[in-house]
């Protein structure tokens, strides 16, 4: 990442509450054109909500391997004692990402979805208060089917309105896969597995525009796109997450680049 800083693009997308097992059973054409070999790359999670997850990934600690380490990192912020960072990891002296990006001429856009980036309670401005631009409406939240659909036309405003030759790192948190997601899947009473996973075919569905948008600025662009955590449907005696079990600890993870067009 250290040599894309500056001539690329970013886009950052974490599929909010997606469960590894139902990343990898869905039927995602877009994404599967898009991931390196096809398939995504199981990982862990820094941690069991979206709160604790993205102060995390913004200092550079994305998920992490499945398998034994160390495993050189992307980015990080630099700290004392730091052993996952390598030749080719951009290390900043920045307490946090986008902080860093602004410093190197990038315009910062926070695109919220799950309610600890509604700013409407001084806890949802601290997330989006890292970006130069941050937006977030009840069009964009868990409750709307086309939540995806609203963001990417707030997406697309923003693109428009900013100068060619100015990088663009873009974060776009999705809210589609949180609960309540039954409504992806018609006539159903309850949120469970199968309406997650519908969820997330809605979203796929809506990525090809995403990619377009981004790489459509005449520069290439470095994708990262993630899960921050999974989430319970009745396992164990558990709903929803913020505990340590397997299906919320496991996630999916992939990033890739896309060309200009």
Do not use: K
């Not at 995602?28 to 991931?35: C, N």
């Not at 990891?89 to 926070?110: I, K, N, Q, S």
């Not at 999974?230 to 164990?236: A, M, Q, S, V």
Request: hydrophobic share 40%; net charge negative.
């Amino acid at each position: 990442m250290r040599d894309l800083i500056g001539t690329h693009d970013l886009l950052f997308v974490t599929l909010d509450t997606l469960r590894y097992d139902a990343a990898v059973a869905a039927r995602t054409p877009a994404l599967a054109s898009v991931l390196p070999g096809g398939v995504w790359e199981r990982r862990h999670t820094p941690a069991s909500f979206t709160y604790a997850a993205h102060h995390a990934f913004f200092a550079g600690f994305l998920p992490t391997p499945v398998t034994p380490g160390p495993h050189e990192r992307l980015f990080a912020a630099r700290f004392g004692g730091s052993a996952s960072s390598g030749p080719s990891t951009w290390v900043f002296d920045h307490p946090d990402l986008p902080t860093a990006l602004a410093a190197e001429g990038y315009h910062t856009l926070c695109l919220g979805g799950v309610g600890f980036f509604n700013p409407a309670a001084p806890l949802g401005r601290v997330l989006p208060g890292l970006f130069a631009e941050a937006h977030w409406e009840p069009a964009f939240g868990v409750t709307e089917p086309d939540c995806v659909g609203a963001q990417l036309d707030r997406l697309e405003t923003v693109i428009t309105g900013l100068p060619a030759g100015r990088p663009l790192f873009t974060f776009l948190n999705i809210a589609a896969l949180h609960q309540p997601n039954r409504h992806y899947v018609p006539g159903a009473a309850v949120d469970s597995p199968s309406t997650h996973t519908a969820a997330l075919e809605y979203v796929d569905g809506r990525l090809g525009r995403l990619f377009d948008l981004v790489s459509g600025r005449g520069r290439p662009c470095l994708v990262i796109i993630c899960s921050d955590h999974g989430t319970l449907y009745g396992e164990d005696g558990h709903t929803g997450h913020r505990v340590a079990h397997e299906a919320v600890w496991t996630v999916p993870y992939a990033h890739f680049l896309l060309d200009a067009t």
